[in-house]
């Protein structure tokens, strides 16, 4: 149940569009299309984002994008905006009814 | 409105044992699986345990196998974690959580802190 690889810090200016990635193996992220994201502001409890590699729940903005290749999944938020500024865990499931989180990524709106 | 309430967060030393309860309101409960996720404030987020909507079904991070139990009692609207044989390294915030491949909604967390 090893955690699961996100670049630690990602930036982007306004309006930009920035992708962050999560790499597992072949036994969670590449064995199964449950991958999904969380944003967490700080001292707030995270709101999932994206669900099933690119389902978006509702209420969630179009702004958000998940995809999957391989045993990296990415989620892209495009038109950035300052609000989108916050942390971002990518989770998958990785059999036997387990499930891992990555490290979590820290988006720097400039 | 959907809600999750965690509670029964402390300091407990180690060794020690400690409940959480997490109170669910606004959906009908025992349709749904539940989960239990914590971080170390500061770190990142650390998937601890599942549970199906019976009851019947359990899953454990290897790090918590054996010292904790999850449970749920669906005519209470409530799922516990039962946390035994504590160590400094699980002092974290414990969040309840509904769902299976998406999590969603999260309680609000409770802080469980061992030390002496």
């Known amino acids: 149940q090893s955690a699961l690889t996100q670049p630690a810090s990602v930036s982007g200016s306004p309006g930009q569009s920035i992708t962050i990635s999560c790499t597992g193996t072949?036994?969670?992220?590449?064995?199964?299309?449950?991958v999904s994201w969380y944003q967490q502001h700080p001292g707030k409890a995270p709101k999932l984002m994206i669900y099933?590699?690119?389902k978006r729940p509702s209420g969630v903005s179009n702004r958000f994008s998940g995809s999957k290749s391989g045993n990296t999944a990415s989620l892209t938020i495009s038109g950035l905006q300052a609000e989108d500024e916050a942390d971002y865990y990518c989770?998958?499931?990785?059999?036997?009814?387990?499930?891992?989180f990555g490290g979590g990524t820290k988006l720097t709106v400039l | 409105e959907v809600q999750l309430v965690e509670s029964g967060g402390g300091l407990v030393q180690p060794g020690g044992s400690l409940r959480l309860s997490c109170a669910a309101s606004?959906?009908?409960?025992?349709?749904?699986?539940m989960q239990w996720v914590r971080q170390v404030p500061g770190k990142g987020l650390v998937w601890v345990s599942r549970?199906?909507?019976?009851?019947?079904?359990?899953t454990y991070a290897d790090s918590v196998k054996g010292r904790f139990t999850i449970s749920r009692d669906n005519a209470k609207n409530t799922l516990y974690l039962q946390m035994n044989s504590l160590r400094a390294e699980d002092t974290a915030v414990y969040y309840c959580?509904?769902?299976?491949?998406?999590?969603?909604?999260w309680g609000q967390g409770t802080l469980v802190t061992v030390s002496s």
């Open positions: 099933d590699v690119s």
């Open positions: 549970i199906s909507s019976d009851g019947s079904d359990t």
């Open positions: 989770c998958s499931y990785a059999g036997g009814g387990t499930f891992v």
């Open positions: 072949s036994s969670d992220v590449g064995g199964y299309d449950y």
């Open positions: 606004g959906f009908t409960f025992s349709n749904y699986w």
């Open positions: 959580v509904r769902g299976v491949n998406g999590l969603d909604p």
